[in-house]
């Protein structure tokens, strides 16, 4: 990757994350790490609510918090969740990534420490599209 992080450097960080996560009502915390282009890192978890269309996810948690302290640029984000298998970004994570790096670096991680890559676009491949993302010129769609 780059700066000297490694995928399970930023994994563990996911992990570390996901037990500050708020889930009362799913049960399931999930963690997210994502690096910026600078080199720093944004962590977010999820942070569930009674009226379920509040609840954020760990992923947009850690853009927001990226986006609030001025970095704009993503490498990579690794998501680590409660599951046996691999925790995918929900179709809105996915869209709220693209907004900043269509050739962002997924990286998940599952209930045995096997770690899987994408990118961003492997995982929605016909995104909605704007003026303003279509001038960042790497996405295909």
Do not use: H, W
Request: aromatic share 10%.
């Amino acid at each position: 990757m780059t700066d000297g992080m490694e995928e399970r450097e930023l994994m563990e960080l996911a992990s570390v994350s996901r037990n500050n996560a708020y889930s009362p009502y799913s049960g399931f915390r999930v963690g997210a790490a994502l690096l910026t282009k600078s080199g720093k890192v944004f962590t977010g978890c999820n942070v569930e609510n009674a009226s379920y269309g509040a609840t954020c996810c760990a992923e947009r948690t850690a853009v927001y918090k990226a986006v609030s302290e001025g970095e704009r640029e993503f490498v990579a984000i690794a998501i680590k969740g409660d599951s046996a298998g691999f925790t995918f970004p929900c179709g809105i994570c996915r869209q709220v990534l693209m907004e900043f790096s269509p050739s962002l670096k997924i990286i998940l991680s599952n209930g045995n420490q096997e770690i899987k890559t994408f990118t961003l676009y492997d995982l929605l491949p016909k995104a909605f599209e704007s003026e303003i993302m279509s001038k960042k010129g790497d996405g295909d769609n």
